[in-house]
């Protein structure tokens, strides 16, 4: 069919071959917009679960992975290539030989990192070459809290000296309540003329100190010291005998007796 015939006809294909399209629907136009909409609809749901995936990703537990003697960096980076999500938090540290310096950026946490796994993932994790064990309670893979996972990134995201602290449980717990570490909350301690806040990851039993103004925390859960009406107060309210009184007089009594058998 010559150019001329198909625009006077209708369509044509790529061929010169007239196409059927008068206009009216049919039953084959009409099931083929309905396959256009559900392979439309079919490509917004794929969309949408694209677009909800790191959601999903962002909710699962964290696991602290033990690395052999030196391999958090390889181990970690091997995960990343298998597309886990990984954590492995780093400090800057000079190392001084004779005749030379080097900066060098050494595991916050040595032997140890972090990912985000499901059972389904476990056995990626464990094959990865370098890995030793995943940290577990039982038959089941400890997890560590997200609170305490987003407190070290963001004390080693920012402009802070970070650097590896023996572990601490006791202490006085205080609160950042200015800064980029708002609202973190650690252990005070001090050393010589530089206070520094610990941050802990029980799991690990390990902890870490970053360097902070003793003016931008303030303490956690502590009660204001009671006032000299509020002591006197409670004082009155206790008992004038600490025993019953019928238990004072026979003790008295006895010891009177002893006092006079000595003095006869």
């Known amino acids: ?132 064990m995943i940290l577990s309670q039982g038959d089941q893979a400890a997890t560590i809290p997200e609170e305490e996972i987003q407190a070290i990134r963001r004390t080693v995201e920012g402009n802070y000296r970070v650097e590896p602290h023996p572990f601490l449980k006791c202490g006085q717990l205080v609160r950042v309540k200015c800064g980029s570490l708002s609202g973190i909350e650690g252990i005070l301690t001090r050393k010589k003329s530089v206070f520094r806040l610990v941050l802990s990851v029980q799991m690990l039993a390990q902890s870490v100190a970053v360097e902070i103004d003793a003016a931008d925390v303030e303490p956690v859960g502590s009660e204001a010291p009671a006032t000299p009406a509020q002591v006197e107060l409670s004082a009155s309210r206790l008992p004038r005998y600490a025993i019953p009184p019928n238990r004072i007089r026979p003790e008295l009594d006895s010891a009177s007796s002893k006092s006079a058998a000595i003095a006869g």
């Open 1 to 132: 069919m010559s150019l001329v015939e198909c625009a006077n006809n209708g369509p044509c294909d790529s061929q010169g071959e007239a196409t059927l399209d008068s206009g009216i629907p049919t039953p084959d136009t009409e099931n083929g917009n309905g396959s256009r909409r559900a392979r439309k609809s079919e490509g917004k749901k794929r969309m949408l679960t694209v677009i909800e995936s790191p959601a999903i990703e962002t909710a699962l537990p964290w696991w602290a992975v033990y690395t052999r003697h030196q391999h958090e960096k390889t181990a970690a980076d091997m995960m990343k290539i298998k597309g886990l999500d990984v954590f492995l938090p780093v400090y800057d540290s000079v190392r001084r030989w004779r005749d030379r310096s080097k900066l060098l950026s050494l595991p916050l946490f040595p032997g140890y990192f972090f990912v985000r796994g499901t059972p389904m993932r476990r056995l990626q994790v464990l094959s990865t070459p370098g890995v030793h």
